[in-house]
């Protein structure tokens, strides 16, 4: 099977404790390679947009603040069948649900600062990488 791409954030709660390395070590270990990486402080623009099909959640404007809350590291991950490949080893959004082995597992402190993000399908990986990255940004 062909390598695909998937998009992944690493979230404030993680760059705070100075995880970054270890959750991308988790995310090449898993078979995934950062092809683009980027350290940013998301602006409150930023996370309403790329958030937005969450607009109407009870947890939505948390989840903003928290987004916004320190910087976060935005990142394209390939390999074959990225995005699957990613979720298995985020582990569920709840690290109550987490399995052994996963970041979420691992590293997540909450439902809310779990450590990563990543696209849930490659649709919308597509439209993840757009929001963050120009083609160029991208070498794989
Ligand atoms: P993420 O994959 O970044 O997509 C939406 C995020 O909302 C999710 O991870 C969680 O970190 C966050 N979130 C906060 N509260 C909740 C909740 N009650 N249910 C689901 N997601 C939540």
Do not use: C, W
């Amino acid at each position: 099977m062909a390598a695909t791409r998937t998009f992944s954030i690493i979230k404030p709660d993680a760059t705070r404790r100075n995880l970054t390395g270890a959750v991308t070590k988790m995310l090449e270990e898993a078979g995934l390679r950062v092809v683009a990486s980027r350290r940013i402080q998301m602006t409150k623009d930023q996370a309403e947009g790329f958030y937005g099909v969450h607009r109407e959640r009870p947890f939505f404007n948390d989840l903003v603040s928290f987004m916004t809350s320190g910087p976060v590291v935005v990142q394209v991950l390939e390999g074959e069948d990225a995005v699957k490949r990613n979720r298995d080893v985020m582990g569920a959004t709840n690290p109550a649900d987490a399995a052994e082995g996963t970041i979420r597992k691992a590293f997540a402190e909450s439902i809310e600062a779990n450590s990563v993000h990543g696209s849930d399908s490659d649709e919308n990986a597509k439209i993840e990488i757009d929001f963050f990255f120009k083609p160029e940004e991208i070498v794989g």
